[in-house]
């Protein structure tokens, strides 16, 4: 079946960095766009950046654009997220979801990040 | 950017209501709209895509319907799992972006 597994998450001091992890199974994820949502604590979805089956094409929120990094490898099917400079409103969780057609059909559970001193 | 909006924000059903939600796009996006489902401390489901088709393995009793700006969710006859939060989202164009989810609960 379908496993999308984010880990990495964790707390983190204002400005640092944290690196999240997406390892896919059970589906042919080098088809798949791939995202990242977050969701603050209380809050609702907040979708944050893309990026395309093979790498080539990525789009980010305004509120990461030059913060946040996507990438992909698809020989080991994992998905990552570079987050740098995090703030206080960074904290959320995380989750990796992929998809075809630019829609996004499967979700990860979610990994934690708070950025807090 | 293209902002999602939901009515209501919140409501209260009984076992075995009819449900409708409504989502609305501050401009045309087609039929590219998707429901998400999302239950307290639980991962969103994807639920409909392209406006009305239901995803695999998600009961009929579920269903989409609009195009352009005007969007609904419909629940036929509400289960004791389907309380929970929906949301709408467009991917017609990029920043992706959903609405601010309504929460379905027991009366």
């Known amino acids: 079946q379908v496993q999308l597994v984010e880990s990495g998450g964790g707390v983190v001091q204002p400005g640092r960095s944290l690196r999240l992890s997406c390892a896919a199974s059970?589906?042919?994820?080098?088809?798949?766009?791939m995202h990242w949502v977050r969701q603050a604590p209380g809050k609702g979805l907040e979708w944050v950046t893309v990026i395309s089956y093979d790498g080539s094409t990525k789009y980010y929120a305004d509120s990461v654009k030059g913060r946040f990094t996507i990438s992909r490898d698809n020989s080991k099917n994992t998905l990552y997220l570079q987050m740098d400079s995090l703030r206080p409103e960074d904290t959320a969780v995380y989750y990796c979801a992929g998809g075809v057609s630019g829609r996004v059909d499967y979700w990860g559970q979610g990994t934690l990040v708070t950025v807090s001193s | 950017d293209i902002q999602m909006t939901q009515s209501p924000s919140s409501l209260s059903a009984s076992v075995g209501d009819r449900v409708t939600i409504t989502c609305r796009a501050s401009?045309?996006?087609?039929?590219?709209l998707a429901w998400f489902q999302q239950k307290p401390g639980k991962a969103p489901k994807s639920l409909i895509y392209a406006a009305s088709t239901l995803q695999s393995g998600v009961p009929s009793k579920f269903s989409g319907s609009g195009s352009g700006t005007d969007f609904t969710l419909t629940i036929s006859s509400l289960q004791p799992e389907d309380f929970a939060t929906y949301y709408c989202?467009?991917?017609?164009?990029?920043?992706?972006?959903f609405g601010p989810g309504t929460k379905v609960d027991i009366k």
């Open positions: 989202q467009q991917y017609y164009n990029y920043p992706r972006t």
């Open positions: 059970g589906f042919s994820f080098s088809s798949y766009a």
């Open positions: 401009q045309g996006i087609s039929n590219y």
